[in-house]
């Protein structure tokens, strides 16, 4: 695996600038009393301070309900943005952040419609993400690989599915159930619990 980097240009717009952080993000981007509650839950289970995720998605706050769904299946936890930031949070404890960060670059991708704009976004995941060079690259077979390679003579908004689906399919069977057992997911799941309970 690749080693952790925490600069993803182009998941994100440019604009990092969120007003009431806490109305649009649960997650951890701002200093609300329930993020700081689930902070000081995850530095008791954890060695290492926790740092703040740059440019997480904007999301609701979950409900336990939907907490309790990720667990049911990965497409559940994958179709949230509040449950693809836990688990992208998860993913940086074990330095294999990269792949979320190149499957959102992927997803992103595919709304483009601009011919410009889908050559430069596919240059830079490539770059970021494929190319042996980065310190971000996802791990591929070589069919894979030679499959983009050729794609990126003429790259459309679909050039990466292959890689995206690999990814994906790795995120499932490796990092997933892992997952479901962490710190992060358990303390989350009975933190929002205990909080829908004192409301």
């Known amino acids: 695996m690749s080693r952790h980097e925490t600069s993803p240009t182009t998941v994100q717009p440019a604009s990092n600038h969120r007003p009431n952080a806490c109305c649009f993000c649960w997650c951890c981007c701002c200093s609300c009393s329930w993020n700081e509650d689930r902070e000081r839950a995850w530095r008791a289970s954890r060695e290492t301070k926790l740092e703040t995720i740059p440019n997480c998605e ?66 830079m995941i490539y770059e970021d993400y494929i190319s042996i060079l980065s310190p971000k690259e996802v791990s591929l077979d070589s069919r894979v690989r030679e499959v983009i390679n050729r794609k990126m003579q003429e790259p459309s908004s679909h050039t990466f599915d292959d890689a995206q689906l690999q990814i994906y399919t790795l995120m499932h069977r490796d990092s997933y159930p892992r997952f479901l057992n962490s710190a992060i997911y358990k303390s989350l799941l009975q933190s929002i619990s205990h909080s829908s309970s004192e409301s």
Not at 60 to 89: C, H, I, Y
Request: charged content about 35%.
């Open 58 to 123: 904007a999301c609701t706050k979950p409900t336990p309900e939907e907490v309790q769904g990720w667990a049911q299946s990965f497409d559940k936890l994958m179709k949230s943005p509040a449950g693809r930031n836990v688990f992208r949070e998860f993913l940086r404890t074990e330095y294999s952040e990269e792949n979320m960060l190149f499957w959102l670059a992927c997803e992103e991708l595919k709304t483009e419609c601009n011919k410009h704009t889908i050559d430069e976004k596919a240059r």
